[in-house]
């Protein structure tokens, strides 16, 4: 009778068991597929994150022209110190810084009365000079006269001819002093050697110029401002493409915002040893006064581009222990290292003379561990302002005219 009455509640049980069982195994299989599923998803992000994310920039090649600036020392076309070439005192200087001289135009005078009587001396020897020069030669004529009666002899007409000769060259030794003093007796005036521009005085009345020295000092000083010349050192780099006809613009830094034209002259020809340098001299107009001497100016010059080198970013090189890399991104990611020359340096541009071409995507800030036929991920440019705006535009705009 027992076993009768269980079995039909045994068998009405047996459901609710299968469909407990049914849901616990659900749960574990959720569970583990919910792990399977979170593990994945970490690997898929450790995998990401292992790719680098990098921005690129494209390789620019080198412009046609070329400008560069170089500093340039500014000299007058004339600079001419005037010195004393007579000793004496300043008795009265007739010019000043600033002042406008024409060639020959008094500068000072020089009170020298040494020169003067040494002049008024040698005045009186000439005249003794020529005075025994006339008795010498009378003399002379006479015995030659009396030598064919045989009332002299030979010995005495020789005497006559040699006294003579003698005070002839005593009358020559004689005029050349006087005019070597008259020289400088001329030279108490101080004028001008040409036109120009009185840059210095100095000098006082009173000041004692002493000329036999060979060191005295600089009286004035003019310079002829009507043009300018400009030194510039040109690098090496930079030396055989400096050439006449080049064109040179100046920059001063008193006349900002102004450019003056400017010819090149003349080159050295030679590599100075010391700073690798090559001396160049400009010229330029200065008739109306603008410019000064003695400072410096900003020397542009417009050069034709030889070579066939690109431009990177700076931050685009990579330093390895086997040399110098930049690394480019292929449209899949991969990266590929290039072997490159390095050029000349711009600041945040760098020149690379072999190892690209203009257009190859370089990577920048690249990773120290980057090499080649690893993946990168390439960042996009962000969207200026002003396109995200037109783009927005035209966004807004497209629905409207769709329902016109």
């Known amino acids: 009778m027992t076993t009768e009455r269980t079995s039909p ?29 979170a593990e994945a998803a970490v690997i898929k992000s450790t995998e990401d994150a292992a790719v680098p994310t990098v921005s690129v920039s494209s390789a620019k090649a080198t412009p046609d022209q070329e400008d560069i600036v170089l500093p340039g020392t500014v000299q007058a076309k004339f600079d001419t110190p005037i010195y004393a070439r007579t000793s004496g005192y300043i008795k009265h200087w007739y010019v000043d810084i600033g002042s406008k001289v024409k060639a020959g135009d008094l500068l000072a005078d020089i009170d020298s009365p040494e020169v003067d009587r040494q002049l008024r001396q040698a005045e009186a020897d ?21 030598l064919p009666t045989e009332s002299v002899s030979q010995q005495d007409e020789d005497q006559a001819s040699s006294d003579a ?14 005019d070597r003093l008259k020289q400088l007796v001329s030279f108490e005036r101080v004028v001008a050697p040409y036109d120009g521009v009185v840059t210095a005085r100095k000098t006082d009345i009173g000041a004692l110029i002493d000329a036999g020295s060979g060191n005295g000092p600089e009286l004035f000083r003019v310079a002829d401002l009507r043009k300018l010349r400009i030194y ?5 780099s930079y030396a055989a493409r400096i050439q006449p006809g080049v064109p040179v613009a100046l920059q001063f830094p008193e006349q900002p915002g102004r450019v003056f034209d400017a010819q090149l002259v ?30 410096y100016t900003d020397v542009h010059f417009t050069l034709p581009n ?4 690109v431009r990177v970013a700076a931050n685009a090189l990579l330093f390895q222990s086997d040399g110098l890399r930049v690394a480019t991104a292929a449209p899949n990611g991969r990266v590929e290292l290039h072997a490159v020359t390095l050029g000349r340096d711009f600041g945040t541009e760098v020149e690379i003379t072999t190892g690209l071409q203009p257009g190859d995507p370089v990577i920048l800030n690249p ?11 390439v960042r996009q440019a962000p969207v200026a302002s002003a396109d995200r705006r037109v783009a927005a535009g035209a966004a807004t705009a497209s629905p409207k005219a769709g329902k016109s």
Not at 126 to 146: F, G, M
Not at 165 to 178: D, F, I, P, Q
Not at 306 to 309: G, L, M
């Open 266 to 295: 003349r080159t050295a020809n030679a590599i100075e040893s010391v700073s690798r340098t090559l001396l160049v001299e400009l010229e330029t107009d200065n008739a109306k006064g603008e410019l000064f001497p003695g400072g």
């Open 306 to 309: 030889t070579s066939h080198a």
């Open 165 to 178: 000769a003698a005070k002839a060259a005593l009358v020559a030794a004689s005029e050349a002093n006087v």
């Open 367 to 377: 990773p120290a561990s980057l090499a080649s036929g690893s993946t990168v991920r």
């Open 232 to 236: 510039v050192q040109v690098p090496q």
């Open 9 to 37: 509640a045994r068998r009405r049980a047996a459901p609710a068991l299968y469909t407990g069982t049914a849901v616990l195994l659900a749960l574990a299989i959720g569970g583990i597929w919910s792990r399977h599923e």
């Open 126 to 146: 000439l005249l003794t000079a020529r005075a025994n020069d006339h008795v010498a030669q009378a003399t002379a004529k006479r015995v030659h006269a009396l």
